[in-house]
């Protein structure tokens, strides 16, 4: 089992910065690609970010992409989301996602775990 543990939520005005990092443990962290996503009231939990187990290829969601930043640090098996420029329409619950496979995916059904989330809140 792996366990994920999101963090950094909260709120923040239009325009501004938060920094979501999400710690695993229980297994071989760096076998697994992870990825990001959120889920706003009333709508399906959407692709945000993914990065493959060596860091060495990423992808964005269209709708962050230029503002949001995905990374990984292995020495502290910790997954990183930069979230720049937010906007209301970002606030949402975001979920860190591992993939036994190390390659990158967008697809929520491609992921074997999940962490429990974490409040992010954009006011206009």
């Known amino acids: 089992q792996l366990q994920l543990v999101e963090s950094g939520g909260g709120l923040v005005q239009a325009g501004g910065s938060l920094s979501l990092s999400c710690a695993a443990s229980g297994r071989a962290f760096s076998d697994y690609a992870m990825g990001w996503f959120r889920q706003a009231p009333g709508l399906e939990r959407e692709f945000v970010a993914t990065?493959?187990?060596?860091?060495?290829?990423?992808r964005v969601a269209d709708s962050a992409k230029g503002r949001f930043t995905i990374s990984r640090g292995y020495g502290s098996n910790t997954v990183y989301l930069q979230m720049n420029s937010l906007k209301p329409e970002d606030t949402a619950v975001y979920y860190c996602?591992?993939?036994?496979?190390?390659?990158?995916?967008?697809?929520?059904?491609?992921?074997?775990?999940w962490g429990q989330g974490t409040q992010v809140t954009v006011s206009s």
């Open positions: 990065i493959s187990w060596t860091g060495g290829i990423s």
């Open positions: 996602a591992a993939r036994r496979r190390g390659t990158i995916a967008t697809m929520l059904i491609e992921y074997d775990y």
